[in-house]
């Protein structure tokens, strides 16, 4: 039995972490693929869910999940991009996800859903598009283990980052510092050498890379040169 850490207490002590999304990955080798990038330096693995509703698109759900599960020993991270996601969440859950995350677009009853992720035992947090508003959240920031800021559309991997969403992040974190709360903060979408910087600079901690990792050569060696430049802004940071 796998044991990973129930809330996210230590977050001062934890460095940058990369969760490679395996939207990019190669479906048919993905077991290896993903090996290659924990080997790399990855501490999370970001599994995207799409219904087709939601987003236009559609991808994977529990049986891909519960395989994946047994060929990795990092967390899993679940991306739910789907309406009605109370209904999924126990098969995730029972699936082997770690860490579950949902749009607060698509859910009426943020409140309870969240609730229902860590009745779970997985780390619950919420995710918010592009055009939502950090102020949406206001009442979840006290419950939620994480907020992933989407900087693309969601949909689709390999997209363009959009610049606008950091300041939801810088946000988040005048946020937290006044309300002594302890959410952590993720990003999504085209994440880069060249964008990965700028987004840990203004307060992101994890940090999401779908085809900066599997598009072109090794996984490995893409993550660890994502990790390098993250780190470079760690030290930087105000
Ligand atoms: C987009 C997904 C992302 C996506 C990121 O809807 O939620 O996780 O795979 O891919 P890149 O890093 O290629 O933008
Ligand atoms: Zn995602």
Redesign the pocket.
């Known amino acids: 039995m796998l044991e990973f850490p129930q809330s996210f207490a230590t977050r001062e002590a934890l460095l940058i972490e990369l969760a490679p ?4 990955a190669d479906f048919a080798r993905l077991a290896e693929q993903v090996g290659a990038a924990v080997q790399g330096g990855a501490t999370v693995v ?1 599994f ?1 869910v ?1 219904d087709g509703h939601f ?1 236009p ?1 559609i991808t994977i759900g529990p049986p891909v999940l519960q395989s994946l599960r047994k060929a990795v020993k990092v967390p899993i991270d679940c ?1 739910l ?1 789907i309406e009605n996601p109370d209904a999924y969440i126990p098969a995730f859950a029972e699936a082997g996800a770690n860490w579950i995350s949902v749009h607060q677009e698509t859910c009426v009853h943020l409140n309870r859903t969240l609730h229902l992720i860590k009745s779970h035992g997985c780390l619950a947090g919420v995710v918010i598009n592009p055009a939502t508003p950090v102020e949406t959240l206001s009442e979840v920031l006290d419950v939620v283990d994480y907020v992933l800021v ?10 363009k ?1 959009i610049p606008s969403t950091l300041e939801k992040v810088r946000t988040l974190v005048g946020l937290r510092n006044a309300n002594g709360t302890n959410f952590r903060i993720e990003i ?5 050498l060249d964008t990965i910087g700028e987004a840990v600079r203004a307060g992101v901690e994890i940090v ?8 072109k050569g090794d996984p490995a060696s893409n993550v660890q040169g994502l990790l390098k430049a993250a780190q470079s802004a760690t030290l930087v940071r105000v």
């Open positions: 999304s395996i939207l990019s970001h995207d799409m987003v698109n991306h991009m989407m900087s693309v559309n969601p949909g689709f991997g390999g997209q980052f999504d979408g085209g994440m880069t999401v890379a779908g085809n900066a990792v599997f598009g």
